[in-house]
């Protein structure tokens, strides 16, 4: 276990120098179970240009990650999620600091649980948040796809 500490700090280490210069967006993963990881995501994602990829965690962690400049991505979990995490999490959440994604094969948002995900599901994760948040689907679109472009420089 201490191995494995050790290598993911040298890794985060290395990449917080590579986002820090500017040469490439940070994308962290934070596992709600995982305060060590917790912790080395904040120490080394101090970068204003950083995406929590897959994020499960709670409403005040991902404003947490919000504050420091990140972006939190969001996927299929919000589509079925029956714990109410992601209805807190969302609610909170600034459209301006939202971002989707597929993590394909897995996630899968509803209606096609159970199927293999594909990046053409991910409007139904922008359709559940834009219900969610009672808006119009078309700003989830604008303001998250320029989330992206600013993440990725393109």
Do not use: W
Not at 64 to 80: H, P, Y
Not at 96 to 107: K, M, N, Q, V, Y
């Amino acid at each position: 276990m201490l191995y494995y500490i050790a290598m993911e700090k040298r890794l985060y280490r290395s990449r917080k120098n590579k986002v820090l210069s500017g040469i490439l967006g940070g994308i962290g993963e934070y596992y709600a179970a995982d305060p060590l990881g917790y912790r080395i995501l904040f120490y080394f994602l101090g970068s204003p240009n950083f995406e929590i990829h897959c994020f499960t965690g709670d409403a005040p962690t991902a404003m947490e990650f919000v504050k420091r400049g990140g972006l939190v991505a969001l996927n299929g979990i919000i589509t079925f999620d029956k714990t109410g995490r992601s209805d807190k999490v969302v609610k909170n959440l600034p459209l301006e600091s939202t971002i989707f994604e597929t993590d394909a094969p897995f996630l899968t948002p509803l209606p096609h649980r159970g199927k293999r995900n594909e990046p053409s599901y991910v409007r139904f994760v922008a359709e559940k948040l834009a219900q969610m948040k009672g808006i119009d689907i078309s700003k989830v679109e604008e303001v998250t796809t320029a989330n992206a472009r600013r993440l990725f420089r393109i």
